[in-house]
Nanobody, 128 residues
Framework: QVQLVESGGGLVQAGDSLRLSCAAS????????MGWFRQAPGKEREFVGA????????YYADSVKGRFTISRDDAENTVYLQMNSLKPEDTAVYYC?????????????????????WGQGTQLTVSS
């Protein structure tokens, strides 16, 4: 069993930067692919980005490509989402998720159904 705890959300202004963290329990973190999703009020949960278990592959939704960066620190059992040039449309609850599948391409990790564990989410609000 893996527990995921997100942190770092808050209220920022458009154009600001923020980094979300997702701390994972368990000694097998290094074998998990990790993803970030978000859900805005009244909308379905959508894929933001993913990083392969090796850390060698990352993939992003078109809406965040070039602005968001995912990284992982396996020694700290933590995955990060660095968000730059934030926009009001980035406002959502952000969730991290872990997948036990040893998929080498992060591009294949977009469906929520591939993830086995989810965090409770952290709220990001971007004001205009």
């Amino acid at each position: 069993q893996v527990q995921l705890v997100e942190s770092g959300g808050g209220l920022v202004q458009a154009g600001d930067s923020l980094r979300l963290s997702c701390a994972a329990s368990g000694r097998t973190f290094v074998t998990y692919a990790m993803g970030w999703f978000r859900q805005a009020p009244g909308k379905e949960r959508e894929f933001v980005g993913a990083i392969s278990w090796s850390g060698l592959s990352t993939y992003y939704a078109d809406s965040v490509k070039g602005r968001f960066t995912i990284s992982r620190d396996d020694a700290e059992n933590t995955v990060y989402l660095q968000m730059n040039s934030l926009k009001p449309e980035d406002t959502a609850v952000y969730y991290c998720a872990a997948s036990r599948r040893r998929i080498t391409s992060a591009q294949a990790m977009t469906p929520p159904s591939l993830y086995d564990y989810w965090g409770q989410g952290t709220q990001l609000t971007v004001s205009s």
